[in-house]
C-alpha cells in the first residue's frame, strides 16, 4: 500500500510555471512506477506524464511535451510535475498515481493500469 499526497497547485497567470510535488507514505516507494494525471471541469482525466521506478524512463504526453518535466527522488519518497508556459488550457485537477512495477524502465500511461492515487491538487492559468 501506497498513500499519496499532491501539493503545488495554485493559480497562475498563462506564461509561468508550476511545480507540484506529490509524496507518497508507505512502503517501497521506489518500487512503483509513477504517473501524473489532470482532469479538467466537463472532461475525462487525461494521462499527463510518468516516470519509471528508477527514473531511467520518463514521458509526457504530446499535448505538454514540451512544456512537461517529470522526476523523482526515491530518498525523498516525492515525485514531481514541472510544467512550464503555463496555458489556461492546463486548468485542471492533477493527480498523481502509482503502481508498482517489475522493470526498472516500465512506465503506465491508462489509469486502469494505476491502483493507488492521490486525492488532486488544483492548478487554475488565467489568461
Known amino acids: 500500500q501506497v498513500q499519496l499526497v499532491e501539493s503545488g497547485g495554485g493559480s497562475v497567470q498563462a506564461g509561468g510555471s508550476l511545480r507540484l510535488s506529490c509524496a507518497a507514505s508507505?512502503?517501497?516507494?521506489?518500487?512503483?512506477?509513477m504517473g501524473w494525471f489532470r482532469q479538467a471541469p466537463g472532461k475525462e482525466r487525461e494521462f499527463v506524464a510518468a516516470?519509471?521506478?528508477?527514473?531511467?524512463?520518463?514521458y509526457c504526453a504530446d499535448s505538454v511535451k514540451a512544456r512537461c518535466t517529470i522526476s523523482r527522488d526515491n530518498a525523498k519518497n516525492t515525485v514531481y510535475l514541472q510544467m512550464d508556459t503555463l496555458k489556461p488550457e492546463d486548468t485542471a485537477v492533477y493527480y498523481c498515481?502509482?503502481?508498482?512495477?517489475?522493470?526498472?524502465?516500465?512506465?503506465?500511461?491508462?489509469?486502469?493500469?494505476?491502483?493507488?492515487w492521490g486525492q488532486g491538487t488544483q492548478v487554475t492559468v488565467s489568461s
Open positions: 498515481a502509482a503502481e508498482w512495477s517489475q522493470y526498472g524502465s516500465m512506465w503506465y500511461y491508462k489509469e486502469q493500469d494505476y491502483h493507488f
Open positions: 516516470i519509471s521506478k528508477n527514473s531511467v524512463s520518463t
Open positions: 508507505g512502503r517501497a516507494f521506489s518500487t512503483y512506477a
